[in-house]
């Protein structure tokens, strides 16, 4: 890793001759050169070239994320491209050239095919997007989720390692949940409530008082068998997906997996949906029939998950998003949330006091 201390300024032809060479994809020659078309934050959007003695049509447009320790939740998503990602036939991710992640310097990086000539990213409002849209985003999470139920690999210490305070969806520990509870408490609402001080009701405020006291009892009941859990990418919303500008010859990927984790599938379903803030009556006809596909979609690859299993666990990530919402700056998302637990009176579950699957 130390050739890339100082990334971007070492991003040298002879360093991605080395790491493509490496990780099997450049069996002769070499990179001539390599230009950071775009550079933000941690991505660099990279232009290469190649001798002409490279054969099978190398990739000219990558992208290069980087790492350092200031920002160590790239470790997370080194170690999914690394090691989880390969495990999957054809999934709908992003083509990987390297991964490395270095946990003693907490650095890694990530070098990825660049799709920005298929495959877009939806830009909010999303008025336009089409319900067969979501029906290539569900497939998508479906597909990877499917792969990954009850799966051995998603209960090894690596992947319950906590990304992070102020996270509702980690199904890690009692301890990690009850530890994100005393934040939403203590923390995340009392910041909020100063910041949102003209828009934040006071029956909002007691309305996430009661969700934070019981999310936590519902979330490890929920979770206590390990049954119907799965890696989750936990940062879903329509950002983080890459739509087809051809859907007829390529596929939806889902992408920044820096928050994956042992998780309640649909948890991924809930929070795109509901950051779209869409009205209710949208909201609502996209959760019937995307859920009910979903549901479809696991039956297929032999998951037993009841479509009555699939609507309890949507119902307990609504009631998740609320104080995973308090984590963010935006009220937007607050709001949304609060509508969505509203509509699908999950009220009624706080009352009930019991999670029943």
């Not at 001080?197 to 068998?225: G, M, N, P, T, Y």
């Not at 936990?234 to 983080?240: F, K, T």
């Amino acid at each position: 890793m130390s050739e890339l201390k100082t990334a971007p300024a070492q991003i040298t032809p002879q360093w991605l001759t080395d790491t493509l060479r490496r990780n099997g994809h450049l069996s002769q020659g070499k990179v001539v050169s390599v230009d950071i078309k775009e550079a933000h934050k941690h991505h660099f959007a990279l232009a290469v070239t190649y001798s002409a003695d490279v054969p099978n049509s190398p990739p000219q447009d990558l992208i290069l994320k980087w790492y350092s320790g200031d920002y160590p939740y790239g470790l997370q998503e080194a170690l999914f491209f690394d090691q989880i990602a390969p495990a999957m036939s054809s999934p709908p991710l992003p083509t990987c050239y390297a991964a490395k992640a270095d946990w003693a310097n907490k650095q890694a990086y990530i070098l990825l095919e660049d799709l920005s000539a298929t495959h877009y990213v939806a830009q909010s409002p999303y008025d336009d997007l089409s319900m067969e849209i979501f029906e290539q985003v569900v497939d998508a999470y479906a597909e990877i989720h499917a792969y990954w139920w009850e799966h051995p690999r998603i209960n090894q210490r690596d992947i319950l390692r906590a990304v992070g305070v102020g996270i509702a969806h980690e199904a890690i520990s009692p301890e990690t949940i009850r530890h994100n509870q005393q934040y939403f408490g203590e923390t995340a609402l009392p910041k909020r409530i100063d910041q949102f001080a003209a828009q934040f009701s006071r029956e909002q405020q007691k309305l996430c008082q009661r969700v934070i006291a019981s999310w936590a009892d519902l979330f490890i009941h929920r979770i206590a068998s390990g049954k119907g859990l799965t890696l989750i990418q936990g940062d879903a919303q329509l950002g983080n997906v890459l739509l087809p500008r051809n859907p007829q010859r390529d596929r939806t990927i889902i992408i920044d997996w820096e928050g994956c984790i042992r998780g309640v599938g649909v948890w991924d379903l809930a929070r795109t949906l509901i950051q779209t803030e869409f009205s209710s009556p949208v909201r609502q006809k996209l959760e019937r029939a995307l859920l009910t596909r979903y549901q479809a979609r696991l039956a297929e690859q032999g998951i037993c998950y009841s479509i009555e299993d699939c609507y309890a666990d949507y119902r307990l990530s609504v009631i998740a998003n609320i104080p995973h919402a308090l984590s963010y700056e935006g009220y937007s998302y607050l709001e949304s949330a609060i509508r969505a637990f509203r509509d699908w009176n999950c009220e009624k579950l706080l009352d009930d006091d019991i999670y029943i699957t």
